[in-house]
């Protein structure tokens, strides 16, 4: 027969024996008894003797204790933990730590610890994706505040057995660890296990222990050859293995975009966002980076020199007595150009995010041979006798997802420009339109989005995807995501954001750009406005801003909502312009 039992003290994998005898053996060779699920086997085991000696037992309070672990970050910022809870009030937990991981090197966190707190800041009630973007958005040392449980009990509901194996810095030490599926296995050292929501309460016979058994390795080897073991790595890891070409994840409108994530996110597929695999060759160095958001005016001469000098005093003047905010106000005198019918139409509501904010009927983005209805519109822009196109739309819904792609390829552009995370506060700000994992694509009805590469830089996240429509047409995109705007502010470092913008323009080549925040009118108008005004600078262009503004909310209603986002514009053009200024001075000596 085969039955299912729990071995104490423990967490990670389950063993199963087919036989009291090979129950018998494993106990002798591990050196600690297990506990059988099954009613009839716990009589017979209660004849049997688990008590350790006194030297070895260990009764930490019963409530569980707490524990302050600091792990400091490097390379993509990646601790190595998957984090689970945070639903309808239920606390988090840790679900699994990945080996080899910062958090599995340092060996103090343990699957089933209680997290409480990031940083000292308490993250009970707060919702799973806050919690996400807490830990992967602090630079440096992290600290977690966990609850560990002094019970015995199942990491994982409905399993009922729960062996955990250490994973502290020694672990990798000869005589120390026990490499379970390696040719070479060594000695074993338990330790307490944790709590889960739906633990057993039942006690063990044999408390709550910790301990450690040297044994003959070859013969645990061999010994465990016959058990069942249970990888609790395998939903953290499910993702980066292999696959076969019909796995892929179904993009439906009914499908949740709220799946457990890792601490990190799933980034790259996250906002740091929410990617699972392993980044292929790097897209761009840190140093390719500062040199492609450099901007050098065409001309040098000392007009010039004047020319920015004043440039920059007058907009200095203009931000020094909030002229730009009364700017802003008169921004709201604008008339409408056109009406929103298509968009207000009853079979298209569900299609808008926000009921108030449709495209207009004369600049809205028409899909197929029939003309279906999206939340997008084409801005084009006139600045000193050039025009640029592009496309505001807003973040698309979940049955808005594959109209998105189909205005992707139908506009053939290449440039996806993304300024908001999928959640903000505990908002959903954007479903997570593209592949998470790179050997796991996208399937929609007409379209498979595949993930071809990814790499996570300070500011922003760069995905190259790969689009085939179902007749077997290849068109190639890069979707680039800003992740350092705060809700309801401004980006911190204008450096990385000016490198966001010129990055754009450096790897656009087909249709117009595509950029989307949630609503499309926010941080959206924001990224159209300075990427014009940066464009101009670099060619010598006069520019206004106020008339760039105008023309956006011309053909797409509230482009930059707010006085905050408006006075950004010109402070990010200061920005340039002193660095223009300092970098030709430096030259000319």
């Excluded at 910790?210 to 993702?239: I, M, P």
């Excluded at 808005?400 to 552009?413: A, G, I, R």
């Excluded at 689009?467 to 077997?472: A, D, F, I, W």
Aim: hydrophobic share 35%; charged share 25%; proline share 5%.
């Amino acid at each position: 027969m085969d039955f299912s039992v729990t071995a104490t003290p423990a967490s990670r994998r389950g063993i199963r024996c087919r036989s009291l005898d090979e129950l018998s053996l494993y106990r002798e060779l591990v050196g600690y008894p297990v506990i059988p699920r099954r009613q009839y086997i716990a009589e017979d085991l209660k004849k049997q003797d688990y008590a350790l000696p006194p030297s070895k037992a260990y009764s930490p309070p019963t409530e569980g204790y707490l524990i302050e672990v600091d792990l400091e970050k490097r390379g993509t910022g990646s601790l190595g933990f998957a984090l689970t809870g945070g639903r309808n009030g239920h606390s988090f937990q840790i679900k699994a730590i990945s080996p080899g991981s910062i958090a599995d090197l340092d060996g103090r966190l343990q699957a089933g610890d209680i997290l409480l707190k990031v940083n000292g800041k308490s993250i009970l009630g707060q919702p799973h994706r806050a919690v996400i973007d807490l830990i992967r958005q602090t630079q440096g040392t992290v600290r977690l505040t966990v609850r560990r449980s002094t019970d015995v009990v199942s990491s994982h509901s409905g399993h009922g057995y729960n062996t955990m194996f250490s994973r502290r810095k020694d672990a990798a030490l000869p005589g120390k660890a026990l490499a379970v599926g390696a040719t070479v296995t060594r000695g074993l050292k338990a330790r307490e296990a944790l709590p889960s929501p739906s633990q057993d309460k039942t006690a063990s016979p044999m408390g709550n222990q910790v301990f450690e058994t040297k044994v003959n390795s070859r013969k645990v080897e061999l010994c465990l050859q016959s058990f069942s073991l249970r990888n609790d790595y395998a939903d953290l890891l499910e993702e980066s293995t292999a696959r076969t070409e019909s796995s892929v994840w179904k993009g439906t409108a009914n499908c949740n975009s709220e799946n457990w994530n890792n601490e990190d996110g799933q980034h790259p597929g996250t906002s740091r966002d929410s990617t699972v695999g392993v980044p292929g060759l790097k897209i761009i160095s840190e140093e390719e980076l500062t040199e492609v958001s450099e901007i050098r005016p065409i001309l040098h001469s000392f007009h010039l020199m004047e020319t920015l000098r004043s440039l920059t005093e007058a907009i200095e003047k203009q931000i020094a007595r909030n002229e730009t905010f009364m700017e802003f106000l008169s921004l709201d005198n604008i008339k409408p150009l056109d009406d929103c019918i298509l968009g207000n139409a009853p079979q298209n509501k569900e299609k808008n995010r926000y009921r108030d904010i449709v495209p207009y009927d004369g600049t809205r983005v028409p899909l197929g041979e029939k003309q279906d209805y999206i939340n997008a519109s084409y801005i084009r822009i006139l600045n000193s006798g050039e025009e640029y196109l592009y496309i505001a739309t807003q973040g698309p819904l979940p049955g808005t997802m594959e109209d998105f792609w189909q205005m992707v390829w139908e506009n053939k552009s290449n440039v996806i420009a993304m300024m908001t995370k999928e959640m903000e506060n505990g908002l959903i700000k954007c479903h997570r339109y593209w592949p998470i994992s790179l050997n796991k694509p996208l399937e929609l009805q007409n379209y498979i989005i595949a993930l071809e590469n990814y790499q996570i830089l300070e500011a922003f996240t760069i995905r190259e995807i790969k689009m085939v429509k179902k007749t077997g047409s290849v068109h190639f995109v890069h979707q680039i995501q800003f992740i350092n705007w705060p809700d309801h502010g401004i980006p911190t470092s204008f450096d990385g954001f000016v490198k966001y913008v010129r990055y754009m323009k450096k790897i656009h080549e087909t249709g117009p750009i595509i950029a989307h925040c949630s609503a499309g009118i926010g941080r959206t108008g924001v990224i159209l406005c300075v990427d014009v005004v940066l464009r101009a600078l670099e060619k010598d262009f006069e520019f206004n801003i106020k008339n760039i503004v105008t023309q956006m909310r011309e053909q797409r209603y509230g482009m930059i909502q707010t006085k905050v986002q408006y006075h950004f514009c010109y402070e990010i053009v200061l920005y340039v312009l002193r660095k223009i200024l300092t970098s030709t001075l430096s030259s000319t000596k």
